[in-house]
C-alpha cells in the first residue's frame, strides 16, 4: 500500500502541450503512471505524448469523459492559481501543483476554495510524488526509487532525490516519496504527510527533509512527538544561511530570528527524530533504528 | 523586494493613510530646499533598506533649513551596515504625544493576512513579542473576504485610541490594507503610527515588502527596485535567471535546486571550509547558464575553488559535463574545481570531466572534502 497515489490512480495533465508537462508526462508513462488525460485550452481533439494521451479543452470535459480522479498541472506561475481552481470545480479530489512562482495572495485564495471544497492540494512549487512500483506524479525521477518500507516527505526538489538516492545506494527502499514544496502556503503540510505515513502499515519507518523559515517542522516534531511511534530520521538545509535572505524557495527565509535549522533541529531532537548532519548519513540512521 | 521609507510612503498616502508631506534628497542644497518648502523643524532620515539606520546615525533632527543643510551632508555617504546612504527624506518633524504599531503581514502558520497591532509603538514588534506579547493583538483576516468593519473597531479598541480618532483610524487600517492587497505584498508596516501633540493620527515611518513572485503583474513597482542597495553579482544573477546570494567565504558553490544548494553550503562548512555564496542555477542545467553562473561566483575574488553539484535526475549528465567544460575554457580566472554529477549518463560525465583536468566526487560529501582540501591550496 502506499499513500495519496498509486496503479490505480487515473491522472490528468494540466498544461500537457508545453514543454515541460508534455517531457514529464512522457516520463510519468514510462514509470507506469496511468495518465487518461490532458487539458490544455483550445486544443481539445488533438493528443500528446506521441498520440498516447486525448488532449480536453476543458477539466470538466477531461472528467467526464475519462473518469480521471488526479490532477497534476505544470501552467505557468501567472495561470496555475486558475487551473487548480478549475480542477477543484471539475471535483478532483487530488490536485498536485508543480509550478514555482505564484503569488502568495492568489494561494491564499485558492487553498481556502480548495480546502473548503475538500479538494487535497499538494504543492505549489514542489517535485510532487512517487509511490514506489505504483504511480509517479510530477517530476522526480523515477530511477532512483527502490521499494521498501520507508515514507519520505520533503519542502525541496533536488535535496529529495539526493536523500532517495542516498537511500536506494544503501539498499534502503521506501513506500511514498512527497514533495510538499517550498513555498509560504502549501495546500499539504508535513503535519498531513506524517499523520498519513503513520496510519500507513507499509510505511515502517519515516523520513523528513526539511529547511529553514517558517516553523513547519516544529509544528511537525510536535505532532510526531504525541503521535508517531515510527522510527524518524529528518535532515534540515540551511544551518549557513544567512538572516532576512530568500535561499530560493520563496518560504526559506530567517526573520525576526525564527525559522533557524538549529531551532528545527532541536525540536526533532527532542521529539525523538534522528537528525543527520549530512543526506548521506540518513541511510545509517534508519539502520540503527532496525529499518531493514 | 524591500521599498524604501519614502516609497512605501507614498503607496500608503494613495491609499488614504495619513502621511507628512515630505522630500527627497540627494544632496545638502537639496535638503536645504525642502526644509524651506516644509516650513518649521525638520527631521532628515537615510533611505536605506537595512535596519537600525537611527542608532547608526541616519535619523536627525534639523530646527532651520540650514541645519538640515548640515545633517543631511552628515548623513549622505555615511555607511549603514554596508550599504552607503544616497537619498535622504525630509519630513516634518511631529510632536509625538503617544505611538501605535500596526501592520499587516502574511502569516505561514495562519495561513492568513493577519493585522498586528501594538500600543507598543516605535520599537521592534520582535521586542514587543519577547518582552511583552500580551501588548500585541494578532487578527487573522479571511482569505476570501478580507478586512471587515468589526475587525477595524476591534484593532481601535484594543490600541485604545480616542474617540476623536477612531474615524481617521478605521481610514489608516482600511488604506494599510487596501495597500497591501493591491501591490501584493509580504509585509506592510506602519512603525510608528503616532498621535501627534495636536490630536492628529500621522505614520511617521512604514515599510512595505513585496511579494517577488508577483512582481510580474506590477511592472511600477519592480521599477522601483533599488540597484544601488544591491550586490552587482545579484543584479546579474537575476537578469540571467539565476538564483545567487554572495556571503564571505572562499569556495563557490554552483548546484540545481534551492535545498541542495543550502546543503551544499552546509557541507561546505562541515568539510571545514566557508561557502562564498549561494547558487541555484535552476532545472536544465544549460551551457549559457552555466557561464553565467561562472562569471558570477568568479567575480568574487575570494573565491579560491569551486564546487559543482548538479543532481541530473532525468537530464543527461554527459550533456551537463561538456557544459561546464565548454563554459571553464571561456574564462579568465582559473580556479581548482570540483564537480559532481548524478543522474543518466553520469559515467560518461565524469571521463569528460576528468579528461579536462577536472576534480571528480562521487557523493556530496566527497565533494565538500575535496573543494575545500582545493581551497587551501595555491590555485
Known amino acids: 500500500m502506499s499513500i495519496l497515489v498509486g496503479r490505480e490512480t487515473r491522472l490528468l495533465v494540466q498544461g500537457i502541450t508545453g514543454r515541460e508537462g508534455e517531457f514529464h508526462s512522457r516520463a510519468m508513462l514510462e514509470f507506469g503512471t496511468k495518465i487518461v488525460a490532458g487539458v490544455t485550452p483550445g486544443k481539445g481533439g488533438q493528443s500528446a505524448v506521441d498520440g498516447r494521451v486525448p488532449v480536453f479543452d476543458t477539466v470538466a470535459e477531461a472528467v467526464a469523459q475519462t473518469e480521471a480522479d488526479a490532477a497534476c498541472i505544470f501552467v505557468p506561475a501567472p495561470f496555475a492559481p486558475d487551473a487548480m481552481l478549475e480542477a477543484a470545480d471539475a471535483g478532483l479530489p487530488l490536485v498536485i501543483c508543480i509550478t514555482e512562482g505564484i503569488p502568495v495572495l492568489d494561494m491564499l485564495r485558492v487553498h481556502e476554495v480548495l480546502r473548503a471544497g475538500g479538494t487535497r492540494l499538494i504543492g505549489p512549487n514542489c517535485p510532487g510524488l512517487t509511490s514506489v512500483g505504483g504511480a509517479k506524479v510530477g517530476i522526480i525521477p523515477g530511477d532512483i526509487h527502490r521499494p521498501g518500507p520507508v515514507g519520505l516527505v520533503s519542502r525541496s526538489g533536488t535535496l529529495t532525490y539526493e536523500v532517495v538516492q542516498a537511500m536506494t545506494d544503501a539498499g534502503v527502499g521506501q513506500t511514498t516519496c512527497v514533495g510538499i514544496g517550498g513555498d509560504p502556503i502549501v495546500g499539504t503540510t508535513f503535519i498531513d504527510v506524517l499523520e498519513m505515513f503513520n496510519g500507513d502499515p507499509e510505511t515502517e519507518a519515516i523520513v523528513l527533509i526539511g529547511e529553514i523559515g517558517g516553523d513547519e517542522e516544529e509544528r511537525a516534531a510536535e505532532y510526531c512527538a504525541r503521535e508517531v511511534r515510527k522510527p524518524m530520521a529528518a535532515f534540515i538545509a540551511g544551518r549557513t544561511a544567512p538572516p532576512g535572505r530568500r535561499m530560493g524557495h520563496a518560504g526559506a527565509i530567517i526573520s525576526g530570528g525564527a525559522g533557524t535549522a538549529e531551532s528545527k533541529r532541536e525540536a526533532l531532537q527532542a521529539a525523538g527524530v534522528r537528525v543527520a548532519d549530512s543526506p548521506s548519513q540518513i541511510p545509517a540512521l534508519l539502520r540503527e533504528m532496525g529499518v531493514r | ?379
Not at chain 2, 2 to 20: C, D, F, N, T
Not at chain 2, 161 to 179: H, I, M, S
Not at chain 2, 295 to 306: G, Q, S
Request: a negative charge; proline letters at 4%.
Open chain 2, 1 to 379: 523586494m524591500k521599498l524604501q521609507e519614502y516609497r512605501s510612503k507614498e503607496i500608503l498616502a494613495r491609499h488614504g493613510v495619513p502621511v507628512a508631506p515630505g522630500e527627497t534628497a540627494t544632496d545638502p542644497a537639496g535638503a536645504r530646499t525642502a526644509a524651506e518648502r516644509i516650513g518649521g523643524p525638520v527631521v532628515v532620515k537615510a533611505q536605506v533598506l537595512v535596519g537600525g539606520r537611527g542608532k547608526a546615525g541616519g535619523v536627525k533632527l534639523a530646527a532651520t533649513p540650514d541645519e538640515a543643510a548640515a545633517r543631511a551632508a552628515e548623513i549622505i555617504g555615511l555607511d549603514i551596515k554596508g550599504v552607503t546612504v544616497q537619498t535622504v527624506l525630509v519630513a516634518p518633524a511631529a510632536r509625538i504625544a503617544k505611538e501605535y504599531y500596526l501592520a499587516l503581514v502574511l502569516d505561514r502558520g495562519g495561513q492568513a493576512v493577519t493585522v498586528i497591532a501594538s500600543a507598543d509603538g516605535g520599537v521592534e514588534i520582535e521586542e514587543t513579542a519577547r518582552t511583552n506579547p500580551e501588548a500585541i493583538l494578532r487578527l487573522p483576516l479571511h482569505p476570501l473576504i478580507g478586512l471587515q468593519e468589526h475587525q477595524v473597531r476591534r484593532v481601535g479598541f484594543f490600541l485604545g485610541l480616542p474617540a476623536e480618532l477612531r474615524k481617521d483610524f478605521a481610514a489608516t487600517l482600511r488604506g494599510l490594507y487596501a495597500a497591501f492587497m493591491e501591490s501584493d505584498a509580504d509585509l506592510a508596516e506602519i512603525n510608528p503610527l503616532v498621535v501627534t501633540e495636536g490630536g492628529q493620527l500621522l505614520a511617521l515611518d512604514a515599510k512595505i515588502v513585496l511579494d517577488d513572485s508577483a512582481l510580474f503583474r506590477h511592472p511600477d513597482l519592480e521599477a522601483l527596485r533599488d540597484l544601488a542597495e544591491e550586490e552587482p553579482s545579484e543584479i546579474a544573477a537575476r537578469d540571467a535567471g539565476i538564483n545567487f546570494i554572495k556571503l564571505d567565504g572562499t569556495i563557490g558553490c554552483m548546484v540545481n535546486g534551492a535545498g541542495l544548494a543550502m546543503t551544499t553550503m552546509d557541507l561546505v562548512k562541515l568539510a571545514g571550509g566557508e561557502p562564498a555564496n549561494f547558487l541555484d542555477i535552476g532545472g536544465g542545467a544549460k551551457a549559457d547558464r552555466v557561464a553565467a553562473a561562472f562569471r558570477i561566483i568568479l567575480d568574487d575574488p575570494n573565491v579560491r575553488a569551486i564546487l559543482i553539484n548538479i543532481f541530473g535526475g532525468i537530464t543527461r549528465g554527459d550533456e551537463v559535463a561538456r557544459g561546464i567544460v565548454e563554459a571553464r575554457a571561456s574564462l579568465g580566472r582559473q580556479v581548482p574545481m570540483v564537480v559532481r554529477i548524478v543522474g543518466t549518463n553520469a559515467g560518461e560525465a565524469s571521463e569528460i570531466l576528468r579528461a579536462a583536468n577536472l576534480i571528480t566526487a562521487e557523493s556530496l560529501d566527497d565533494a565538500a572534502d575535496k573543494a575545500v582540501a582545493a581551497a587551501g591550496s595555491p590555485a
